[in-house]
């Protein structure tokens, strides 16, 4: 196979087929609705025809020479070809439900470019083998991020979407002047030499510290995490690729990127990671048990998450690391369904307060199902997805006996139950206070009904997504 080829179309064709479709869009809005999906779809397929490389566990590059240390670097390995089926496999059904969710409203045309943009700068950001590459597509994100929360125009949004990128293009700063610190360091910004030479000595605490600025505020992480509440103004398939497929997920894929995969830090790093990302998950768990916006509720879920996939990378042995991988792909799915179904709740019951909903069980079968289902994944419930993945974290973290933490995250797992379980309550049960309402268009309540199939498919067939991120654990361990 032209492995080569098929990286350079995974970045580019989504990254460059964005701008063609607006003028798509002037001809005939099908065509471009159509033409986003074949964005995704093709990187999605030429990443599950790349599934053999990873796990052979070799490594495909490009890389052109240019100055000052700069090199123009796409890298294919076992990590970056896990995060782009992740994040294309959901994005894929993301765009789908768009086809519903934004046909009545106006701007479509920027929408789509935003989103196919959004995806391919995810897919370059992931295929980097280049810190000043990696920064850029990172920055791209920012952009894309910041034009989709404030979609709607209204004055309250568009606060809510500079919020966001303020924070993140701060974090973003911070994290390219650790960069400019390693090449201090090491002479150069590509990824490979770089761990070539961090071989035997840690990176400076200097450069770590910055760089954990850039990747939790870019991962909404204590004290980060406010942005991503409020980016709940957006239409909901935005806050789905937000919270479920890209954004967030960026943060934790540099940390496995850079920590595990390239170099070494000091020994107090790895210890102070977990002690975050414990007090980041228990902090928005009990924001989400308070709190009455259901999209709010979902995201501050999502922080919490976050927390659980530190936890595992920042374990340092095979199964913690392999667990945290799975749990990109098991909260991606799981948290991407609960963002849709709350999308289709909003559409048609015209409010997120889940004080004023219930008994929409008996009018919203589907996407009642559809949310139980993503809510079981994501609390860990067994034979869902999130149940093995939460499970192979704890497993990771006990073996590196990290007892009181590990009772920490424990206490949110439990919380997480607790408050999805309420949401479920408040939104599908009882006696409904509103006119009768009807479930979603039918490719809306198809796109979280495959959702939830697949948090449930995931733990079932739970072998073969569990054998590629242990290879995976694995190639990073051996750094």
């Known amino acids: 196979m032209n492995y080569k080829f098929m990286i350079l179309s995974i970045v580019f064709l989504p990254t460059a087929g964005a701008f063609i479709l607006p003028l798509v869009g002037r001809i005939k809005s099908g065509l471009r609705n159509l033409a986003a999906l074949i964005f995704v779809l093709v990187p999605l397929i030429f990443l599950l025809a790349m599934i053999p490389l990873a796990l052979s566990a070799k490594t495909v590059t490009i890389s052109r020479e240019f100055a000052l240390g700069y090199n123009l670097n796409f890298t294919a390995d076992g990590l970056a070809i896990f995060m782009g089926c992740v994040s294309s496999l959901i994005s894929a059904v993301i765009i789908l439900y768009s086809f519903g969710y934004i046909s009545h409203y106006e701007n479509q045309n920027e929408y789509y470019l935003m ?11 992931v295929f980097s083998g280049n810190l000043i590459l990696l920064y850029i597509f990172w920055e791209i994100t920012a952009i894309t991020s910041w034009r989709l929360i404030g979609f709607f125009r209204e004055k309250t949004h568009v606060l809510k979407a500079d919020k ?7 974090g973003a700063l911070a994290m390219l002047i650790g960069f400019i610190s390693i090449y201090q360091q090491c002479g150069s910004f590509d990824l490979a030499l770089i761990k070539e030479s961090l071989k035997i000595n840690p ?13 939790f505020s870019k991962s909404a992480t204590l004290p980060f995490h406010t942005w991503l509440p409020d980016a709940g103004v957006a239409p909901s398939p935005v806050t789905a690729l937000l ?11 540099v940390f496995a990127r850079l920590f595990i995969a390239t170099f070494t830090a000091a020994q107090f790093w790895y210890v102070v990671v977990p002690v975050i990302a414990a007090t980041s998950a228990l902090v928005s768990a009990g924001a989400a048990l308070l709190e009455t916006d259901l999209k709010r509720i979902i995201a501050y879920s999502t922080v919490s998450q976050i927390g659980f996939i530190f936890f595992g990378l920042a374990t340092g042995n095979a199964i913690g690391i392999a667990g945290g991988l ?12 609960l963002f849709l179904c709350a999308g289709i709740i909003e559409q048609n019951t015209k409010t997120k307060d889940i004080t004023k909903l219930g008994g929409l069980i008996h009018t919203m079968p589907l996407t009642a199902a559809a949310f139980l289902c993503c809510a079981f994944s994501v609390m860990g419930v067994p034979p869902f997805g999130g149940f093995w993945s939460k499970y192979m974290v704890f497993s990771g973290a006990l073996k590196s006996g990290e007892l009181l933490i590990t009772f920490v995250f424990l206490v949110g797992a439990v919380l997480t139950i607790l408050y999805l379980l309420r949401v479920f309550n ?6 409904s206070q509103l006119p009768a309402v009807k479930e979603g268009s039918k490719v809306m309540v198809f796109s979280v009904v495959l959702l939830a199939v697949l948090s449930l498919a995931g733990g079932i067939f739970i072998k073969y997504p569990f054998d590629f991120t242990q290879v995976i654990a694995q190639q990073m361990l051996g750094r």
């Open 115 to 125: 989103v196919v943009l959004f995806f391919g700068s995810m897919m370059g950001l």
């Open 164 to 170: 966001s990128f303020l924070v993140t293009v701060f």
């Open 203 to 215: 990176v400076s605490n200097f450069a770590v510290l910055l760089i954990l600025i850039g990747i």
């Open 243 to 253: 919270h479920a497929a890209v954004l967030v997920k960026i943060g934790v894929y």
């Open 326 to 337: 799975l749990y990109i792909l098991m909260h991606g799915l799981s948290k991407g369904g």
């Open 426 to 431: 408040m939104v599908f049960l009882g006696q």
